[in-house]
């Protein structure tokens, strides 16, 4: 049995094969061939954070490979009620193949993953969000081909979506450069990881030179809510638009997790520019994470 809480749970050729798998069956559904690996299968969706893609593309994911999503809210379960993790995932494994969750603290998922028998599946925790960097992945292979030797840049909070780019980078091959504001770079010991293909850069516009992909978030992220004023003002000098891309590689394309606040992290001009690729990013949530799912739940376990 695996788990899926970080992108570094899995291979660099694992994570291509799994891509592959995704734009193949894309491909076949286009084509009217629908791929129904997981009939009979149940997944569980904990959700302790607030979602539209995340909750959309797994139960619509499910649903299309032949099983079913549960929806659980802390507020009308026990686990806003105090109820412990290892408990929760003791019971709820007993009676499902899978276990997506999405909350605040990176080690909750880790304990749910301790006590389930059952595959667990990071659904964003403050710390990752792999899932988004599964799409984010695809669309560069569909676009593009292997990303490998690429060059990236990432503008704006050192994150959980920053994180699971790091992690990305590692997997992948590509370089990383990352501009945030003093005080909100990423983690110290994630960011070593990376070696040196990992490196913080001076300014946004430095990052951004002769990029391929430029990658942007909220500056305020889930849970963070209090802080949106303030690091708005800290921010500022960090959103991604028309000067910034212009610093880019001509054919650099953009992509952003979503949701996006135009006139923030960035303008209006570029999400909806012909760079942007964000509208295929999104639907690429329910493609490779179907992938993820076959890989997980599925009885062959093999894709
Ligand atoms: N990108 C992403 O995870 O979106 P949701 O918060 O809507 O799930
Ligand atoms: N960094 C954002 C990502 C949302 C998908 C958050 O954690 O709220």
């Known amino acids: 049995m695996r788990h899926f809480l970080s992108l570094l749970d899995f291979t660099g050729d694992e994570l291509r ?3 592959a798998h995704a734009i193949g069956v894309k491909t076949g559904l286009q084509q009217g061939r629908p791929h129904q690996p997981l009939t009979g299968k149940l997944l569980a969706m904990i959700f302790e954070k607030s979602s539209t893609r995340t ?8 649903h299309q490979l032949g099983g079913h999503a549960m929806f659980l809210s802390p507020r009308d379960s ?3 009620r105090g109820e412990p993790i290892e408990d929760s995932a003791r019971v ?5 193949d899978g276990i997506l969750i999405r909350t605040f603290g990176h080690d909750r998922i880790t304990t ?3 006590h389930s028998r059952v595959p667990v599946i990071n659904g964003l925790s403050d710390l990752l969000h792999p899932c988004q960097l599964l799409a984010d992945m695809m ?16 503008i704006g909070d050192g994150n959980n979506m920053c994180h699971s780019y790091i992690n990305a980078a590692i997997r992948f091959g590509f370089s990383l450069r990352i501009a945030c504001p003093a005080g909100h770079s990423p983690d110290a010991s994630l960011l070593a990881s990376g070696g040196e293909r990992v490196q913080l850069s001076a300014s946004p516009a430095e990052a951004a ?3 391929d992909l430029v990658v942007t978030d909220v500056w305020a992220s889930m849970g963070q809510e209090d802080e949106q004023q303030q690091r708005s003002e800290i921010f500022s000098e960090f959103q991604v638009n028309r000067e910034i891309m212009a610093h880019a590689n001509r054919d650099a394309l953009f992509m952003h997790c979503l949701p996006a606040h135009r006139g923030e992290e960035v303008t209006a001009e570029v999400l909806d520019g012909p760079r942007s690729v964000v509208w295929q990013e999104a639907e690429n949530r329910l493609h490779a994470q179907k992938a993820l799912l076959e890989i997980l739940l599925s009885d062959s376990g093999v894709v």
């Open 17 to 19: 094969a799994l891509i």
């Open 55 to 62: 909750r959309v593309s797994f139960e619509a994911g499910m």
């Open 78 to 80: 026990h686990l806003g």
């Open 92 to 96: 709820i494994s007993s009676m499902v």
């Open 112 to 114: 749910l993953a301790e």
């Open 139 to 154: 669309t560069w292979f569909e676009l593009r081909g292997d990303i490998d030797g690429a060059t990236v840049a990432w």
């Open 209 to 211: 030179t002769a990029a």
